[in-house]
T-cell receptor, first 113, second 116 residues
Framework: NAGVTQTPKFQVLKTGQSMTLQCAQD?????MSWYRQDPGMGLRLIHY???????DQGEVPNGYNVSRSTTEDFPLRLLSAAPSQTSVYFC????????????FGSGTRLTVV | AQSVTQLDSQVPVFEEAPVELRCNYS??????LFWYVQYPNQGLQLLLK??????LVESINGFEAEFNKSQTSFHLRKPSVHISDTAEYFC??????????????FGIGTKLQVIP
């Protein structure tokens, strides 16, 4: 099925560990974004990409890295996990122009202990 | 800068009753407006959007939203809700621009709880 695929769905990390959240889309969308969703705070943009090789920071980029080596993949790396990074992470993609809405993945629920 | 306000964090409503979920936005320029729905343990799905033209837009499952420029609102309504409408609803705004990345601003969400 066409769409945005995120793995893993659930993850528990210890403080200080690193990991990569995977995101892949098969719709040839130019734009991809990572959001985190926290209760009462809605969705906050972590990083985004407007195409392969081009990434930029969103509202809450600290502690996260991204890369976009292909159009399809946009992994999010947690460098040294902290309890404040406990959240649900969503990857989303869309095509240009902005009249198109986002297609979201099903999310990764991350707990840092 | 643009912003979105969803004043109601939770809205309980009885099955088959009407519902309105409120969304107000702030922007100094024209915007595109979206409503997304998030069912439990799922990602967000696009419900409907306003780009231009008719101020009343509809979704395939009976929801509608009306763009009101003077009140800077984009409230979501349904005349008769079903149990299956229980979900969290997010209003979002984007400022259209030619080329480049346009940031989407999401509201904090409204949880609709349909009571049998």
């Amino acid at each position: 099925n066409a769409g945005v695929t995120q793995t893993p769905k659930f993850q528990v990390l210890k403080t200080g560990q690193s990991m990569t959240l995977q995101c892949a889309q098969d719709m040839n969308h130019e734009y991809m974004s990572w959001y985190r969703q926290d209760p009462g705070m809605g969705l906050r943009l972590i990083h985004y990409s407007v195409g392969a090789g081009i990434t930029d920071q969103g509202e809450v980029p600290n502690g996260y890295n991204v890369s976009r080596s292909t159009t399809e993949d946009f992994p999010l790396r947690l460098l040294s996990a902290a309890p404040s990074q406990t959240s649900v992470y969503f990857c989303a993609s869309r095509r240009d122009p902005s009249t198109y809405g986002y297609t979201f993945g099903s999310g990764t629920r991350l707990t840092v202990v | 800068a643009q912003s979105v306000t969803q004043l109601d964090s939770q809205v309980p409503v009885f099955e088959e009753a009407p519902v309105e979920l409120r969304c107000n936005y702030s922007s100094s320029v024209s915007v595109y407006l979206f409503w997304y729905v998030q069912y439990p343990n799922q990602g967000l799905q696009l419900l409907l959007k306003y780009l231009s033209g008719s101020t009343l837009v509809e979704s395939i499952n009976g929801f509608e939203a009306e763009f009101n420029k003077s009140q800077t609102s984009f409230h979501l309504r349904k005349p008769s809700v079903h149990i299956s409408d229980t979900a969290e609803y997010f209003c979002a705004v984007i400022t259209p621009a030619s080329g480049g990345y346009q940031k989407v601003t999401f509201g904090i969400g409204t949880k609709l709880q349909v009571i049998p």
